[in-house]
């Protein structure tokens, strides 16, 4: 699992007006589609990370059996504000 800070050039210190990004990277399989695999990812993920404010699909995977798919797979990155009111200054 990667983790990133610093999320698209955003700012790493938490002054006014800036924000400081990370993230974590997870594998998401549905029978129902690739749309139910990214939303078993952020679901999962809202258990225990907050401020979540985007999902990144990272790659996109069906597997086939007797010709039909049977399931669907979804690599993506979970990006999420980090909450600065936490820290002790």
């Known amino acids: 699992m990667g983790e990133t800070s610093a999320y698209r050039g955003e700012p790493t ?3 006014a007006g800036e924000a400081l990004y990370k993230s974590i990277e997870l594998t998401g399989e549905s ?3 690739w749309d139910e695999a990214v939303k ?4 999962e993920a809202s258990e225990t990370v907050r401020a979540i404010s985007e999902v990144d699909i990272r790659e996109m995977k069906g597997f086939v059996r007797d ?3 049977t399931s669907y797979s979804v690599r993506c990155r979970i990006i999420f504000r980090v909450d600065d009111s936490l820290r002790g200054h």
């Open 40 to 43: 078993l990812c952020v679901r």
């Open 31 to 33: 029978s129902k589609g």
């Open 67 to 69: 010709g039909k798919v």
């Open 13 to 15: 210190s938490a002054s």
